[in-house]
């Protein structure tokens, strides 16, 4: 059974930083793109960042020059570099990804249970 599993969240104080990361497990062929989503209360989920197989990246016009994704292709983890951080960045951390499996099915958009991230002094 694949999964992905985020670890990483926590309290930081705004300014702070923190590194989310999110491992794929089970019987993985190939990852493809790998996306951090957040959601915070009361709010829709947003697409905070994503990185291509090649290592192409987009971000959140809120997010730009703070975070940061990567990814360890050797690991089947991505990563997200969080600096400079304010208390709307307060949410719950998704990760979400495309990937296909050692059999051959390709799933999409799949996701992780999340990891709360809380901005606040």
């Known amino acids: 059974q694949v999964q992905l599993v985020e670890s990483g969240g926590g309290l930081v104080q705004p300014g702070g930083s923190l590194r989310l990361s999110c491992a794929a497990s089970?019987?993985?062929?190939?990852?493809?793109?790998m996306r951090w989503y957040r959601q915070a209360p009361g709010k829709q989920r947003e697409l905070v960042a994503a990185?291509?197989?090649?290592?192409?990246?987009t971000y959140d016009d809120s997010v730009k020059g703070r975070f940061t994704i990567s990814r360890d292709n050797a690991k089947d983890t991505v990563y997200l570099q969080m600096n400079s951080l304010k208390p709307e960045d307060t949410a719950i951390y998704y990760c979400?990804?495309?990937?296909?499996?050692?059999?051959?099915?390709?799933?999409?958009?799949?996701w992780g249970k999340g990891t709360l991230v809380t901005v606040s002094s």
């Open positions: 990185i291509g197989e090649g290592g192409s990246t």
């Open positions: 979400n990804g495309d990937m296909t499996t050692a059999v051959g099915d390709v799933i999409g958009g799949l």
């Open positions: 089970g019987s993985i062929f190939s990852i493809h793109v």
